[in-house]
């Protein structure tokens, strides 16, 4: 399945989804119309000066006879690999963050596995330059006024922040990736002009000079797209395709829970090799 986030976001898709298995399931659609909510097709998100931007900044396409799509190539060096962590696991992050950082705010169980995963991949990088993680947010129930669940569209946003390897490869190096999303999490979410300014995400990150790295992730654990069933079983695997050219990351709820995290992982052969040796190192003393 391909999306594009200029008309949905990973919440528009699973409600389609869940309409379409649900019809394709019964045969016809009444099932889905008594139960389920209809979606709000309606512009419920407009911000202009923002509009002008993006279209400042994106090459647009003419949609011709002559259009072509673009042909997805991706760098054939690297190689992919699922993870998963635990809720017990997930839970003892937490504890850990709660101990050592009680003023941060936002210490869920999604938070401190963006941190794991950003100081392991910091630890497979093994240098000094800056690395970039990018935390995409739902924005539904944080906008003034809210935006209702059945909004059909794209209401995400960005909370980029970056940190010099060095710092996240220490003994306190999953600590010190904790502080700085949740701090920066708390700054964005707090904001007294709101979550949304008229200005990209990038550009407060970028005005520093651009990192060496772009973190960015894929998916959220929010959507349950294993139970996804049109009628001939529960998916047996997730793979996200966005992995191999853009996103270095994805996050999904588990297959066997929910409370589980299932981690998709993108790099070269090299660093997939310190990555696993990281990742299963700071799992040892819970296993």
């Known amino acids: ?6 008309l949905v976001d990973a919440t528009t898709q699973f409600s389609f989804l869940k309409a379409w298995t649900s019809i394709a399931r019964c045969g016809t659609d009444e099932s889905f119309l008594a139960n389920a909510t209809i979606p709000i097709y309606e512009r419920l998100v407009n911000y ?9 900044r994106i090459k647009l396409e003419a949609f011709n006879k002559d259009y072509q799509l673009p042909k997805l190539l991706g760098p054939i060096e ?5 993870f998963v962590l635990k809720r017990t696991f997930i839970n003892q992050l937490k504890k850990r963050v709660s101990t050592q950082l009680p003023t941060v705010s936002y210490a869920s169980s999604f938070m401190v596995t963006c941190a794991y995963i950003w100081c392991c991949l910091a ?8 690395l970039a993680f990018a935390i995409p947010l739902d924005c539904r129930m944080r906008m003034d006024p809210p935006i209702p669940a059945a909004y059909f569209g794209n209401c995400i946003w960005g909370c980029v922040l970056t940190a010099k390897t060095t710092l996240l490869t220490g003994n306190q190096g999953f600590i010190e990736a904790a502080k700085l999303i949740g ?3 708390h700054k964005m979410l707090m904001d007294k002009d709101g979550i949304v300014k008229d200005k990209l995400p990038l550009e407060e990150l970028l005005s520093d000079g651009i990192p060496t790295t772009i973190i960015s992730i894929a998916g959220t ?5 294993y139970d996804i069933d049109f009628g001939w079983g529960r998916p047996k695997k997730l793979e996200r395709i966005l992995l191999d050219y853009g996103a270095s990351i994805s996050i999904d709820a588990g297959k066997e829970s929910e409370y ?3 981690i998709g992982v993108c790099l070269t052969a090299m660093q997939m090799h310190a990555f696993v040796r990281v990742f299963n190192l700071g799992l040892e003393p819970y296993v």
């Open 183 to 185: 701090e920066n999490l």
């Open 221 to 225: 654990p929010k959507v349950k797209l």
């Open 1 to 6: 399945m391909s999306i594009r986030h200029s």
């Open 260 to 262: 589980d995290f299932e």
């Open 78 to 82: 690297k190689v992919r690999a699922t």
């Open 123 to 130: 630890k497979a990088r093994n240098d000094d330059k800056r």
């Open 48 to 56: 202009p000066k923002l509009d002008e931007t993006y279209l400042e």
